[in-house]
């Protein structure tokens, strides 16, 4: 992040202020959820030191699920929350102090980084980073560019139930969550099978050398296996399905709780720690590994399930 917009950020969190948010894509729950969470002070799950003001609608005409709701949403944060619109993202950032990337569809991603990156203002960006391992990175190639910080993550990974299965001493992880594909993504996994393999890397860290992909049309399973010998596996349900992990420890194995549920507002409050500081809490590099994750299973599906190096 540039000194300049450090330095006003921490000014900003140090007199107590609220930090003015923007929010790019209209398209998504998560767009409501977390305008909910860090703009109403009566919500139980109300998250100080941020504030959304301004949005861009976004959208992505061909996927249904994007074009059935961005209008809807919008006029939710406008009516509701009382939240500016503008017309372009360029416009939108000389607003707001950050950004939050929320577009449902990761194609365009990259393209509305680019301007945020443009505009030099801290961005988080939802799940998908990107639809395909090279667009994710191009955005951390021009982050770095441009001195702006950035980060993107999946609630799941601030789950209580994932962080108190975290530990060094875990030999091995089976996860498992919701694997629905998206036709317009090059990267089939990361429109929805991204949250298991947060929930993996959250549990096992980074270092996967190698993967081998088995698919059927009601799931995936992909196994990888890292650099020291562990071995860490993902079950992608389809259409949906819960979520959960087993941890295989030396002399333990642990398992989720039955019923495995997870809040946004403990991502809100990552997003707006990282906001104030300017340090990401998920490295990007692990996040670049988790799309290189995806792509060697895609590749190792297509090989007829062979397995396939990470690049």
Not at 87 to 101: F, G, Q
Not at 196 to 217: A, D, Q
Request: charge should be positive; hydrophobic fraction near 40%; include cysteine.
């Amino acid at each position: 992040m540039r000194l300049f917009t450090f330095l006003f950020l921490l000014a900003t969190a140090a007199c107590g202020a609220d930090l003015r948010v923007g929010i790019v894509g209209t398209d998504t729950s998560h767009a409501q959820e977390f305008t909910r969470i860090l703009n109403d002070p009566n919500a139980k799950d109300h998250v100080a030191g941020a504030r959304v003001i301004a949005a861009w609608e976004g959208g992505s005409p061909d996927i249904k699920e994007s074009a059935s709701r961005r209008d809807k949403i919008a006029a939710e944060l406008r009516d509701q929350w009382h939240v500016t619109f503008y017309r372009d993202i360029a416009t939108l950032c000389k607003n707001v102090d950050a950004i939050l990337i929320e577009s449902l569809d990761g194609r365009v991603h990259l393209e509305q980084a680019r301007q945020v990156f443009a505009a030099h203002k801290p961005v988080f960006i939802d799940k998908p980073l990107s639809d395909s391992l090279a667009g994710a990175q191009e955005i951390a190639k021009l982050a770095k560019q441009n001195g702006v910080a950035w980060f993107s993550s999946s609630s799941l990974r601030y789950a209580d139930w994932v962080q108190d299965l975290r530990s060094p001493g875990n030999l091995g992880v089976m996860a498992w969550g919701p694997g629905p594909q998206e036709t317009h993504q090059k990267l089939d996994l990361s429109w929805y099978a991204i949250h298991p393999i947060e929930i993996l890397y959250t549990l096992m860290g980074p270092g996967c050398t190698e993967v081998t992909r088995t698919s059927t049309p009601d799931a995936d399973v992909i196994v990888g296996r890292w650099k020291n010998g562990r071995i860490g596996t993902v079950r992608a349900i389809r259409p949906y399905s819960g979520y959960g992990a087993v941890v295989f420890r030396e002399k333990r194995i642990l398992q989720s709780p039955p019923k495995a549920e997870f809040s946004y507002k403990l991502l809100v409050e990552r997003i707006v720690q990282f906001f104030q500081t300017g340090r990401p809490p998920v490295p990007n590099d692990v996040t670049l590994e988790m799309f290189e994750f995806m792509d060697a299973a895609q590749r190792s599906v297509q090989s007829g399930g062979r397995p396939a190096k990470l690049r």
